[in-house]
């Protein structure tokens, strides 16, 4: 079964809101909620993660916390547009720690990037001894985050 021919019914999107919302929770204690035995409801499980539905299991971390209090959105255009520099591009922006997403978009930027950092000083350091230095950025745009009002991975 490939996901072009898999339609999720509601015990599988039941499962995928519970699991969204804790994914410690026991098999067990998922069948429970949903009204179904164990083994039907693992077999569920395991067949979403199969078919690349579920695609991993993690855990969310307050980034404040974790001295990753600044947010930055960063729009960049490339000045050169070809399947050669986007790629460079792509390749040496995902080995940077400090994007932790990073879109192709449309408009007047080809790109968004989420970046945190501890504060500025070190969001400076970041953007000027690392991003500004590879090459095919023509422009770019610095959103600072003041609050965050609403941030989340669920989907369902």
Do not use: W
Request: proline share 3%; hydrophobic share 40%.
């Amino acid at each position: 079964m490939t996901t072009e021919n898999y339609s999720p019914d509601e015990k599988d999107l039941s499962i995928l809101r519970i699991l969204q919302k804790d994914a410690k929770l026991s098999v067990r204690d998922i069948a429970n909620r949903i009204n179904l035995s164990p083994t039907p409801t693992h077999e569920r499980i395991k067949r979403m993660e199969r078919l690349g539905i579920i695609k991993e299991y993690t855990a969310v971390v307050d980034r404040k916390k974790v001295n990753k209090g600044m947010m930055v959105i960063c729009m960049i255009a490339l000045n050169v547009h070809n399947k050669k520099t986007a790629g460079k591009f792509i390749e040496e922006v995902g080995k940077l720690r400090e994007v932790i997403e990073f879109y192709n978009i449309s408009g007047d930027f080809d790109f968004m990037l989420k970046i945190l950092a501890p504060n500025m000083d070190e969001f400076h350091k970041f953007f000027v001894n690392k991003l500004s230095e590879i090459e095919g950025i023509g422009q770019t745009k610095s959103i600072f985050v003041m609050n965050s009002i609403k941030e989340s991975v669920q989907i369902l």
